[in-house]
């Protein structure tokens, strides 16, 4: 299965589309938070981001999904910086440190080549990490490497708080989304995250993800996944992400042949293990907490996807894990 977006090169329609997104940058509307900024003449918007990207690492990952990861790994790269200020990020020395990020700041050439090297390497797939703020930017490195022999799926691996416009424009580039759906309620998502309204517009943005890619996941003969959309749910202590009323909204809006994984490897870190105002999220999540997690899967009828082990989730981004040690296993396995 080739990637949507040699059919959009192939009609001369890859380059217009990037031009689209790249124009959304003069007076930033990349993400809701609408900031307004000019950032083709390098103006530092809400998300301390200029007209280049910034790329902290690349490297191929193999603490993803099964399907992601494979036996070669995914061709991650993880951009700096993020439109959202979680109290509780396990990366906020690359997603909160603007000013030494912006000494990571690449030409759109360079991010291409950093493609084909993961593509070189023998990754199965690109996954962007953090992508919503450098969206145009990212669309014009792929355009770029496409040109050059890129032939691997993009991975757009997201927290959600995406523009629905910049999301239809990605539409035939990005193959597989990867969101998280980090709250249900979004006082919790001003509260933990310092963005307004994250349900109404992480809801938006994962529903036209799904207009995209349908209901099903599309995978090759060696089981790797090739389009679609996997939602991320991440258990929080004290059910401040609102679990049950986010497999609801799965299950009615998009059906429950949507995909999930359900992730345990939350643990207090950064704001959220030093400041007492979050104090709820000073603790890794309890036994029980997971395990009533796990069982709203089946309660609920959630057909599709992955949940990490509880013990192994500590692991998550280990790059040597034993059979025994991977965190993800396939829903079904749970329920069957």
């Not at 007209?51 to 991650?76: K, M, Q, W």
């Not at 090297?117 to 930017?137: K, M, R, W």
């Not at 490195?141 to 239809?168: C, H, W």
């Not at 249900?184 to 001003?190: I, K, P, V």
Request: hydrophobic share 35%; proline share 4%; aromatic share 10%.
């Amino acid at each position: 299965m080739d990637p949507k977006y040699l059919t959009l090169l192939a009609a001369n329609e890859f380059e217009a589309r990037v031009e689209r997104l790249e124009a959304l940058l003069a007076s930033c509307t990349i993400c809701p938070k609408d900031c307004g900024n000019d950032r083709l003449k390098d103006e530092i918007a809400a998300c301390y981001s200029g007209r280049l990207p910034i790329v902290s690492s690349y490297t191929a990952h193999f603490g993803e999904e099964p399907v992601l990861s494979g036996t070669n790994g995914a061709g991650n790269i993880f951009f700096g910086n993020c439109n959202l200020r979680c109290v509780y990020c396990q990366n906020y020395q690359i997603s909160q440190t603007w000013k030494q990020q912006r000494k990571n700041e690449v030409t759109h050439e360079r991010l291409a080549e950093m493609m084909l090297e993961l593509q070189d390497q023998g990754c199965h797939n690109i996954g962007f990490v953090s992508p919503t703020h450098f969206a145009p930017q990212m669309a014009r490195a792929i355009f770029i490497a496409v040109q050059n022999g890129l032939r691997l799926p993009i991975v757009y691996n997201t927290n959600a708080y995406d523009s629905v416009e910049v999301l239809k424009l990605l539409d035939g580039i990005v193959d597989v989304y990867l969101p998280d759906m980090k709250y249900a309620d979004s006082d919790a998502g001003f509260q933990y995250s310092k963005v307004r309204d994250y349900a109404l517009h992480a809801r938006n943005a994962i529903k036209e993800m799904h207009r995209q890619m349908g209901p099903t996941l599309q995978f090759d003969e060696d089981g790797l996944l090739k389009r679609g959309l996997l939602i991320r749910l991440l258990v929080l202590p004290n059910d401040i992400a609102g679990l049950e009323d986010n497999l609801r909204w799965i299950r009615s809006e998009l059906g429950p042949q949507t995909a999930v994984s359900l992730m345990a490897q939350y643990y207090a870190t950064h704001k959220a293990a030093t400041d007492d105002r979050y104090i709820l999220l000073s603790r890794r999540i309890s036994e029980r907490e997971w395990s009533d997690a796990v069982s709203l899967l089946e309660d609920l009828g959630i057909e599709e996807g992955f949940m990490q082990e509880y013990e192994s989730a500590s692991y998550y981004y280990r790059p040597d894990f034993t059979d025994a040690e991977k965190p993800f296993k396939d829903i079904r396995d749970f329920q069957e």
